[in-house]
């Protein structure tokens, strides 16, 4: 089920589809377009221009054919998709229909809008920190898009992973470093007395 001009005139948004990205499937897609099927661009072109959990707004890459911004946002229950082309807004148009197959494809832009993906995603990199175990992971990560890869990155900047090499540089930074060597025992100096510390 789907209707066009969700919420009111003012809405702005043209298109809800009553589904969400990890419910949606090409075969609602293609029940809500009028023509179903990747354009020639196709949804491997598809890229961000903004892009954060469950919203984001998308273009193509492809320089073939003129591509507008779509506009992606999910809520519990419905996407909600607009496009700026002149298509009529009774359906999906094909731009719209790109970007929701390029979403729902690529795990890059899936994880934004699939919260079990996400998760999964997550725990491996929270596992170095010790959180794998808490229920939202979100709180602690978050994503980062940059050409067409995501890393998980820690939301503070204090958390620090338990691992060798992060314990490496974290005793690099905290040991204070000699900046001139002791003098040799056996060297003779002149102003220098000897002494024993207990402690």
């Given at each position: 089920m789907s209707t066009a001009n969700p919420?009111?005139?003012?809405?702005?948004?043209?298109?809800?589809?009553?589904?969400t990205i990890p419910t949606l499937t090409d075969t609602v897609l293609a029940r809500h377009s009028r023509d179903f099927g990747p354009s020639v661009g196709g949804y491997n072109d598809i890229q961000p221009k903004a892009i954060e959990l469950n919203q984001g707004s998308f273009t193509s890459l492809s320089r073939s054919t003129y591509f507008p911004t779509v506009v992606v946002k999910q809520t519990d229950e419905n996407l909600l998709v607009s496009c700026s082309c002149e298509a009529p807004r009774q359906t999906l148009c094909s731009h719209q229909v790109d970007v929701l197959t390029s979403i729902m494809r690529r795990r890059e832009?899936?994880?934004?809008?699939?919260?079990a993906q996400?998760?999964?995603?997550?725990?491996?990199v929270a596992k170095e920190y010790g959180l794998e175990n808490e229920p939202q992971l979100d709180d602690f990560f978050q994503l980062v898009y940059d050409n067409k890869t995501v890393s998980i990155q820690p939301r503070q900047k204090q958390l620090i992973p338990v691992t060798k090499a992060a314990n490496e540089l974290l005793e690099a930074q905290l040991v204070p470093q000699r900046s001139r060597p002791f003098p040799a025992i056996d060297e003779p100096t002149q102003h220098l007395k000897k002494l024993l510390v207990f402690t």
């Open positions: 919420d009111s005139a003012d809405s702005p948004f043209d298109f809800r589809l009553e589904a832009l899936r994880l934004f809008f699939d919260p996400r998760q999964e995603a997550i725990k491996h």
